[in-house]
């Protein structure tokens, strides 16, 4: 699969139109999408551990979306092959007292995946520059200076902070791979319907879902724009197509897998001293009655 052609490019314009929601590429049906998927998990366990011993890199994965555009299914379905010790998930809801009383990338940091581990953040810093975006209201609640809510830039400013953060974080060994999972209007529609005639998935619907569905253009500008400003060559944006949940999950698949492989990582090469120990350690136990 050729990923690239969900990549946004450092300093290029981001175009709906140019990203259909039900692309599926050469797959014609969810067939061998699955079977792909399969291997690509199977890849995905195997550099997980060679990530582990390496003990260099660690990577974060930020999952962005409209409401029940997948992020969930696609996290579990991707991830089901990994060592749970070596991958941590946040889900970043509405933020803490706590939280509120430190800047709004504090919790982010504090819940950065360590070396040799797997991060995901399903939802992440980019509430800050989306949901706060089309309801700027939800600034008052984050006890900021005067000068800073009457700034007319704030936004731009903010793309800054995340653009010198995820510099900072891959600078020092965390890779960044950002996924928008690009559903339709009409297909979250249906699938929230379903979410309501389904009593197995009525759990998962929320008349707030609906009412933040009354802002859809206003949501899709701010990500254009957010994307626009913040897919650099370190950490990129890739928009994934998500109106076919088959084929989202493989195409996320297919970015980690290469991501990871791109780092060329190697388990770590014992010293003299460690391969005589082993050694040592070797007689004692074939010596033992």
């Known amino acids: 699969m050729k990923i690239d052609r969900f990549r946004i490019a450092e300093g290029s314009k981001f175009d709906f139109k140019a990203h259909p929601t039900d692309f599926t590429g050469d797959y014609t049906d969810k067939k061998q999408a699955v079977k792909d998927l399969e291997a690509n998990v199977a890849r995905l366990r195997e550099l997980q551990d060679v990530l582990y011993a390496n003990d260099k890199y660690s990577l974060l994965i930020v999952f962005q979306a409209m409401d ?57 810093h980019y509430e800050e520059v989306l949901v706060v975006r089309v309801h700027p209201e939800y600034l008052t609640y984050q006890q900021l200076p005067d000068e ?13 902070h995340i653009r010198d953060w995820e510099q900072h974080l891959s600078e020092n060994g965390t890779q960044v791979i950002k996924f928008f999972l690009n559903v339709s209007k009409e297909e979250q529609k249906a699938r929230f319907l379903s979410r309501i005639e389904e009593k197995h998935k009525n759990w998962k619907f929320s008349m707030g879902d609906v009412k933040e569905r009354s802002h859809w253009d206003d949501y899709m500008k ?49 010293g003299k001293d460690h391969a005589a120990e082993l050694l040592d350690a070797k007689k004692m136990l074939e010596a033992e009655k």
Request: overall charge positive; hydrophobic content about 35%.
């Open 68 to 124: 029940a555009a997948g992020k969930d299914g696609a996290i579990e379905h991707v991830m089901s092959g990994v060592n749970p010790q070596g991958c941590h998930v946040v889900s970043f809801k509405q933020p803490s007292s706590e939280e509120l009383d430190h800047d709004y990338l504090w919790r982010c940091q504090k819940n950065l995946p360590s070396r040799g581990m797997i991060g995901i953040f399903n939802r992440s």
């Open 222 to 270: 701010c990500y254009k724009e957010a994307i626009e400003a913040t897919s650099t060559d370190f950490a990129p944006w890739y928009v994934i197509p998500a109106d076919k949940k088959w084929f989202t999950r493989l195409a996320v698949s297919e970015v980690i897998v290469k991501k990871l492989e791109s780092l060329d990582l190697k388990y770590p090469v014992l």
């Open 148 to 160: 800073t809510l009457k700034d007319k830039d704030i936004w731009k400013k903010r793309f800054r």
